[in-house]
């Protein structure tokens, strides 16, 4: 049971690159959310989803975009690179199937803009 | 607004308790977390009071007042193993997390 994968674990851009960073999930959970975390801070959420086809906007969603076509799948892409979105990106999912409220977070993608 | 305080440094000696606490201002609230980050790893859940009052899980303890927008996580038998980095958090409605700025904790043998 893989739970929550991102790729790539690490990326190296240029400024004004694209690039997609990939976050599956195997557990069936509705919930799928994209975190950044700069150095020394807290995690500041980007976009979340509830459900497939469904996205909303987090504290930090200028410069990415979602999709979320499958339960499996939320890709966050950046869409023209800036060194200000060097950072490191955690997916985090959850279920609304059971009480509490835990989600479960990927192993971090560390991208590096230059 | 919305946001979360909690100390940025802790430091204490193995064996010792230390507690850790947060306080929140929030329009809604959905209960408060806490998640355990090790260096370069990833953040994992600790524990989350929906209600006010103490929930225990083996060394760690939580405890909210939703009357005083306050909780803390207490850890007792510190072990060198929980250095590490320690938020608070509260979920919106669709339980997107809101994380405070985290708390490093240093343990000394």
């Known amino acids: 049971n893989a739970g929550v994968t991102q790729t790539p674990k690490f990326q190296v851009l240029k400024t004004g690159q694209s690039m997609t960073l990939q976050c599956a999930q195997d557990?069936?959970?509705?919930?799928m959310s994209w975190y950044r975390q700069d150095p020394g801070m807290g995690l500041r959420l980007i976009h979340y989803?509830?459900?497939?086809?469904?996205?909303d906007q987090g504290e930090v969603p200028n410069g990415y975009n979602v999709s979320r076509s499958t339960t499996e799948d939320f890709p966050l892409r950046l869409l023209s690179a800036a060194p200000s979105q060097t950072s490191v990106y955690f997916c985090?999912?959850?279920?609304?199937?059971?009480?509490?409220?835990?989600?479960?977070f990927g192993e971090g993608s560390w991208l590096t803009v230059v | 607004g919305q946001s979360l305080e909690q100390p940025s440094e802790v430091t204490a000696v193995e064996g010792a308790i230390v507690q850790i606490n947060c306080t929140y201002q929030?329009?809604?609230?959905?209960?408060l977390s806490w998640y355990q980050q090790h260096d370069g790893g990833a953040p994992t859940f600790l524990s989350y009071?929906?209600?006010?009052g103490l929930e225990e899980t083996g060394r760690f303890s939580s405890f909210l007042s939703r009357s005083d927008s306050y909780g803390y996580l207490l850890l007792q038998e510190l072990q060198m193993k929980d250095s590490a980095s320690y938020f608070c958090?509260?979920?919106?409605?669709?339980?997107?997390?809101?994380f405070g700025s985290g708390t490093q904790l240093t343990v000394l043998p």
């Open positions: 985090a999912t959850g279920t609304y199937q059971t009480g509490g409220n835990t989600i479960y």
């Open positions: 557990m069936n959970h509705e919930y």
């Open positions: 989803s509830v459900g497939a086809g469904i996205t």
């Open positions: 929030t329009s809604g609230f959905y209960g």
């Open positions: 009071n929906a209600l006010d």
């Open positions: 958090a509260y979920p919106g409605s669709a339980r997107q997390l809101t």
